[in-house]
């Protein structure tokens, strides 16, 4: 056939080929009808940017028309700029699966239950009148967990506490529902009760089951249609605090990270069918796995090279609702990072300046477990400074084009096209300091819990 080409047309023809350019990623997202990953973190920069304080909700509500104790505590030192009281502040904020209820609670003892619309809006005020639930209890509490099964119910308890409340939103009282105790431990000595849970984690393909990790190292998990106390324990092989635990997607692992600096692993399957749930033959389960975190932090040698390692008491864990294989932990120096759990590495980490750069801050004296929280998208961490009043969010993308990432090439970064912002983590000032942060599971509204227990709305 080619002798009946004419050569000058096949020449011509060569020559005004069209090359191939890459597509506009915009109009792929319209054909394709779904984000390509790449371009989600590509936008990932834009999203950070765009947040910005929307309000702030003091915590001066009433009980039976005389302020709470939190609003007392509040008044009598935040209000008069005495910040030596530990027992001020939000220690554990927590949306409902569809975002309509946010439940706070304070160190002071306040549980109270907001309608999420009466806060959303940037110039709302917040009416105690419409809030769901606003409990003033007479002991500390420390964490607040919904079930995932049953939105209406709630969960909370403490350090100082051995009990495990849970209140029903749909009655009007200030009375749990049901209360489900740790199981005693019995020594040589007579009986010895253990005080204190640390955190809660509900099933979320069984309404009855529920776990929560106690101050000697044990993870109790209750079947509440049999007992009031736990049915299984799972233990660490050490009497040291666990600061919290996460079960997974699956329900099948949980995790849980000590005030040692070290992340348990346990499989729920085990080997045995879910009755030994609901047998306490088998009391004691010991981790499938148990890895210092230390150690791994001590594999990047960019961050050896520059820093000395060495255990740190862990805050927080919590599972990446858009990548499951990264559990990101919060550490009580202010540094965060993420581990991958297929590999057991350390992925990510981010290591702000210490403290004592900046000026004095009182609230790090404090005994304070800061917790962060994850968006509902684009792999991005929002966690409280430890040294200045406001939140970072931080680029936790699961590749190397993380800013965050142990093997990122700032060099190869800035030779991207002028036209492609390039990726980084934010800080944002805030009128207060940060302890404890939720996510609205859709639309990544975060709620702040601070010190002086005001609650701040930050928003796109």
């Given at each position: 056939m080619e002798k009946f080409l004419d050569p000058a047309a096949a020449t011509l023809f060569e020559k005004t080929k069209s090359v191939k350019r890459l597509p506009w990623k915009r109009s792929l997202v319209e054909l394709n009808g779904r984000a390509d990953p790449n371009y989600r973190h590509y936008?990932?920069?834009?999203?950070?940017?765009?947040?910005?304080?929307?309000?702030?909700?003091?915590?001066?509500?009433?009980?039976?028309?005389?302020?709470?104790?939190?609003?007392?505590?509040?008044?009598?030192?935040?209000?008069?700029?005495?910040y030596s009281s530990a027992r001020q502040g939000i220690s554990s904020l927590e949306f409902d699966s569809k975002g309509v209820y946010l439940a706070s609670v304070t160190k002071s003892g306040c549980l109270t239950v907001h309608d999420f619309d009466n806060i959303r809006s940037p110039d709302s005020k917040e009416d105690e009148d419409k809030q769901l639930l606003h409990i003033s209890t007479s002991q500390q509490i420390d964490v607040v967990q919904w079930n995932l099964?049953?939105?209406?119910?709630?969960?909370?308890?403490?350090?100082?506490?051995s009990e495990i409340h849970i209140f029903d939103i749909g009655y009007i009282s200030s009375e749990p529902v049901e209360v489900l105790r740790k199981r005693p431990n019995i020594t040589v000595h007579g009986l010895n009760v253990h005080k204190g849970f640390s955190d809660i984690a509900f099933s979320s393909d069984d309404n009855s089951r529920l776990l929560a990790s106690d101050t000697s190292g044990v993870i109790?998990?209750?079947?509440?249609?049999?007992?009031?106390?736990?049915?299984?324990?799972?233990?660490?092989?050490?009497?040291?605090?666990?600061?919290?635990?996460?079960?997974?997607?699956?329900?099948?692992?949980?995790?849980?990270?000590?005030?040692?600096?070290?992340?348990?692993?346990?499989?729920?399957?085990?080997?045995?069918?879910?009755?030994?749930?609901?047998?306490?033959?088998?009391?004691?389960?010991?981790?499938?796995?148990?890895m210092k975190l230390a150690p791994a932090l001590e594999k990047i040698s960019s961050l050896k090279a520059q820093s000395n390692i060495v255990p740190k008491e862990i805050h927080s864990i919590d599972i990446n609702p858009s990548c499951p294989y990264q559990l990101a932990f919060h550490l009580d120096d202010g540094w965060s990072g993420v581990l991958d759990t297929n590999r057991l590495q350390v992925t990510h980490i981010h290591c702000p300046p210490p403290p004592w750069l900046d000026e004095p801050n009182d609230f790090a004296n404090l005994s304070y477990l800061r917790k962060p929280c994850w968006l509902p998208f684009n792999s991005i961490y929002a966690v409280g400074s430890l040294s200045s009043d406001g939140l970072y969010f931080l680029d936790f993308y699961p590749d190397s084009?993380?800013?965050c990432h142990v093997d990122y090439n700032e060099d190869l970064q800035s030779g991207e096209k002028a036209s492609i912002r390039p990726k980084q983590n934010r800080h944002l000032q805030l009128s207060e300091s940060v302890t404890a942060c939720a996510a609205h599971p859709f639309d990544g509204t975060i709620v702040a819990g601070t010190k002086l227990s005001s609650l701040l709305v930050i928003s796109q």
């Open positions: 936008i990932s920069t834009l999203i950070i940017d765009s947040y910005s304080k929307k309000g702030a909700f003091p915590h001066q509500y009433h009980v039976n028309g005389e302020p709470c104790q939190t609003h007392v505590g509040w008044f009598m030192n935040a209000g008069l700029g005495d099964t049953n939105q209406d119910e709630i969960a909370c308890t403490s350090m100082r506490s109790n998990i209750w079947d509440r249609r049999v007992s009031g106390l736990p049915c299984l324990e799972l233990a660490t092989n050490s009497s040291g605090l666990l600061n919290s635990i996460k079960l997974s997607r699956d329900n099948e692992i949980v995790f849980g990270a000590s005030k040692q600096g070290s992340i348990f692993i346990w499989d729920l399957r085990g080997g045995r069918s879910l009755s030994t749930f609901r047998n306490h033959k088998e009391e004691y389960h010991s981790p499938l796995i148990t084009t993380s800013p």
